[in-house]
C-alpha cells in the first residue's frame, strides 16, 4: 500500500525540483536576441521633437551607437536617464532614443524636464519599428557598429555597473574596429 503513495510523492518531489531550477537560471532581463549580429532593421520615424524630419536606419551608421527605446511613462526610463546624459555629456558614444507608445507632448515634456541625451529622438506611436525591433518594453538599449549591426541588446534600465562592465568595454572595442 505504501508505494502507491510512494511514487506519486517521488514525481511530484522531482517536477518541483526541475521547476525550481528553472527559476533560478540567468538572468530574467538578458534576453537573448534573434537581430544580434544582424542589421539595424530599415526604418524610417518621424523625429520626436520635428514631425517633419525622419530618423531612419541610416541615421545609425557611421559611428558606434547606442539606441535607446525609452517613454515618458517608464519609471524604469527614469531611473537609467541620469546615466545617458552623462554619456552624452562625455561624448562618450552617440545616443539615439525610440519613444515606444508614448503621447508626444509627454515625452517632448519629459526631455524638457529631465534633459535630452538624445542626438535623434524618433517617435514611433504605433510601435511598428519597435515590433522590428523585437521590443519587449521600456526601456530597452542596443549597442550598433558602426555598419549598422545590432551586437548587443539589454532590456531593461542599465545599471552603472552594467555600463561600467559590459557597455563601455564593448563600446570601446567596437571604436577600435573601425
Known sequence: MR???LVPMIIFVMLTGLFLSGLHK???TVVPSPLIGKPVPAFALPQLNDGNATLTEQDL???VVLLNVWGSYCIPC???HPLFLELAKQKVVDIYGLNYADVRLDAMN???QLGDPYVKSAFDEDRRVSIDFGVYGVPE???IDKDGIIRYKKVGAISEELLAETIL???EDLKKQQ
Do not use: A, F, S
Request: aromatic share 14%; net charge positive.
Open 3 to 5: 508505494v502507491k503513495y
Open 26 to 28: 540567468g538572468d530574467p
Open 61 to 63: 551608421k557611421g559611428e
Open 78 to 80: 527614469r531611473q537609467e
Open 110 to 112: 519629459w526631455l524638457k
Open 141 to 143: 538599449t542596443y549597442v
Open 169 to 171: 568595454p564593448m563600446i
